[in-house]
Nanobody, 124 residues
């Protein structure tokens, strides 16, 4: 059974940091393209970062230089280090995997595998 379980969300002040974790079971992150999606209230899900099976990483312009994605193949985990958080970073963050990690999806369920999400709140 495939499961993706996110953790690490919480409430921080602007300028603070959080580290999100995604525990994956049922497939190997080493063989897969993994992504973190951000859904702000009332908005679609936006791909903010991805790490491909070859280890290459990509970031949206909105988080470039502030967020870092990584993975631990031995633990089958994916992480998102979020620094210098801004109020507009608030929302639900989903860990997902798909052969086609689109930049925007209207619902996270459009992707092949996804977690239930973890909530990030950033106060100004």
């Amino acid at each position: 059974e495939v499961q993706l379980v996110e953790s690490g969300g919480g409430s921080v002040q602007a300028g603070g940091s959080l580290r999100l974790s995604c525990r994956v079971s049922g497939f190997a992150v080493d063989d897969s393209d993994m992504g973190w999606y951000h859904q702000a209230p009332g908005h679609e899900c936006e791909l903010v970062s991805r790490i491909n099976n070859d280890g290459t990483t990509h970031y949206s312009d909105s988080v470039k230089g502030r967020f870092t994605i990584s993975k631990d193949n031995a633990k089958n985990m994916v992480y998102l280090q979020m620094n210098s958080l801004k109020p507009e970073d608030a929302g639900v963050y989903y860990c997902a995997s798909d052969e086609d990690l689109r930049t925007v999806v209207f619902g996270i369920s459009e992707l092949r595998y996804w977690g239930k999400g973890t909530l990030v709140t950033v106060s100004s």
